[in-house]
């Protein structure tokens, strides 16, 4: 989608649609589009239609040569913020897509220039995404796509301009992850992940992909061990950005498809097991981002792919296996291998000489249970950690709430015949569970693990978001360090 910034006034922009943006009650910024809508805005708002609420849109039709308009409300004045003026703008950008309209001019949003129009952008290009590669296209059929936005910001068109490029950059880039945790199985193996990383190299990123044998020189036997039962072999990948010691590793899983192995799953919803690796898309995603916008900061990212399998090698229930940092893992439970397999990841990333990690997975079902699909579970071993990724997750949208971080509960994953178990006991927190087992991999490092399990996925669209992978991680990640870049 092409993005441009306008220093001319709404109306005098030359697309097919405009959008404008009304807080609750504000009947006079209604009336002033009468004009091209032959009074529909003021009848709307007079029989009460549209009032301005948090959520609302009106579409009105509008004298040639424009077609639509689109009015957003946004609630109370004193309720605004970043995540509401996201949703709004990306509503308006899906009924564009939805009525077949090619280009849409957005009047700037209310708040701080740049990060209003990053926010519009981000929402656009968010809500313009679908994945339908696969679908048969009938000849001559109507391509229902957005391909222009036009924010109009003539008394701050500098400022709007950096924040949609900026938009455009954090868009794309978690577009491009929602495209890799979209593809299928047998197209997504942790092979095509790793190549996915390495078509991103070059220009200051480093890219390198460790396979079965490096894997072996690695000591990584926890991750060899998760993708022992599959014919695809298991990947770990590093992304580099930037020289020296410091800095942050982001870490992903990239479980390409969970079958859940010897401990199989049951076949209902078993096909949604692909989004296993949303976060090792995640992290591809943000590296992208990372490069384009040149960062001064030294940036890493790791993720391990594999695809965990019942084949006749697969690992059982009763294995113990020793992660790559020592640590022996006893196997209770072989669907719970996200954790066997991050472990080696984590314990990977802290051999790099970071400051601190962030890991994304789509961990636990138990998240689910415990906040929804809203956010994503936050577990941590550094409090001033924590506080930056939930005020990043606030300014991004992509919100995380923290759990309780008690030694009470690492006692629940200590092994009888291992250093630690890879499922909790009966009932035991499964959330907070996952988390005492990864906090054995990390070493020293200031750490965050973000579950992602209820967030990764749509299974139906949501707010400006389609149905499908969500690609949660990436604005959260970015904005994380772009408050440090501040």
Known sequence: MKTSVSPFQLLDAKTQAVAAFAFAGDGAKVRSFDVVTGGAASRAFKRKAFAG???????????????????????????LSAHAVRRACGAMAAACQSQGLKSLAMELPPGDAKQAARAAVEAALAASYAFDKYKSKEPGAPKFALEELVVCAPASRRDAGEGAELGRVLGEAANFARELDNEPANVATPEFLAKSALSLQGRGLKVTVFGKKALERLGARALLAVGSG??????????????????VAFVGKGITFDSGGISIKPSQDMDKMKFDKSGACAVIGIMKAVKELKLSQRVVGVFAAAENMPGCRAYKPGDIVRA???????VLNTDAEGRVMMADALAFAERQGVDSIIDFATLTGACAVALG????????????????????????GERVWPFPNWPE???KVK????????????GSAGTIAGA?????????????HVDIAATAQNVKPKAYIALGATGVGVRLGMEFLLQTER
Do not use: H, Q
Request: glycine share 12%; charged share 30%; aromatic share 8%.
């Open 53 to 79: 609420k948090a959520g609302e849109l009106l579409s009105l039709d509008a004298k040639p040569p424009l077609e639509k308009v689109f009015i957003a409300g946004l609630g109370e004045k004193k309720d």
């Open 230 to 247: 599959s014919a695809n072999e298991p990947r770990l990948v590093l992304m580099e950005w930037g020289g020296g010691k410091g800095g």
């Open 324 to 330: 790559m940092n020592g640590k022996t893992i006893e």
């Open 373 to 396: 699909d809203v956010a994503s579970g936050l577990m941590y071993n550094d409090d001033a950690l924590c506080e930056r990724v939930r005020r990043a997750g606030e300014a991004s």
């Open 409 to 411: 509960y690492d006692e």
């Open 415 to 426: 092994s009888d015949f291992a250093d630690v178990k890879n499922i909790g006991e009966p």
């Open 436 to 448: 005492s087992f990864l906090k054995l991999f990390v070493g020293k490092c200031k750490w965050c």
